[in-house]
């Protein structure tokens, strides 16, 4: 069998033809780039759920987010506020003060521990109290991205979550502390007890599920029902995020706005909530266990 080898030559004429090929095949990319960013940056909005037009309802879904927020996130955005402008009355600067999130509350050790335990039960049912609202309100679990049908996509998309915001936020407080613009952070100074870490997980997982389903799944769903647009809702859940990390100072602040925008994002374009649970809490859990262990032992810590 013999072989036949066939050559094609181009000619002088087939330039502007593959030329015109090439520039429609850029522009058709550049296009398609231009819709993506289009399409994060100004997302449409959802049918469901639809905005209400009863004023009555309207003025239950007011008063209820303000009661909820009142006597969750709300009232802790108000309290660091107050943390903060105390320390920025103070005469040492921000960055020689000092703040602990986890730390002991009783002297004796069975009693710290219930202490924490209690603790964590109180953000669980903050968050609870967010979804449960909704589910009452005749919003599915699986719309607000509660469900479980893809549990590792779920948990893939939470450790992105994590790498994405996590590095960049520790970065970010380091710089923000070197220039006095942020207190000493203490992610933990619990006493080294065989429940220490345990507790520190649990404490994490109970942060994370408490400000996303508050603050996001929450918050933004109801706005959705009195007709705000993506974007304000948005911006008022980022800033709502960042105000309860003001007494870290103001890289707190600027370090959790950026994550809220960035997780309530992902949430608007994705419905799904626990990528952002996941996410949250493996940052939580490598802050509140790595500072423990890590404590006193490197020099890179303030």
Known sequence: MS????????TAADFPRIVRGIFRESRAGTVHRVSIVRTWSFPARPAEPGELTDPAQRRMIGVELVVVFTVT?????????LSLLDALSQQAPLADQSVAINRPQAQLGLLNL???????????SWGALGIFLLWRGGIALARIGMDRSRPWRDLAGGAGLAALIGVPGLGLYLVAHALGLSLTVQP?????????????????FGNSFAEEALVVAYLLTRLRQLGWSENR???????????YHLYQGFGGFVGNLVMGLVYGRVWQRTNRLWPLVAGHALIDVVAFVGYAALRGHVGWLP
């Open 3 to 10: 072989h036949v080898r066939v050559r094609f030559r181009r």
């Open 188 to 204: 933990s100074t619990l006493d080294d007890a065989w429940w220490r870490a345990p507790v520190l997980v649990l404490s994490a």
């Open 73 to 81: 996130l709300g009232m802790s955005g108000l309290q660091s506020l």
């Open 114 to 124: 219930l202490e924490q335990l209690a603790n964590v039960l109180r953000l669980l």
């Open 233 to 243: 809702s948005l911006w008022l859940s980022a800033v709502l995020r960042g105000s």
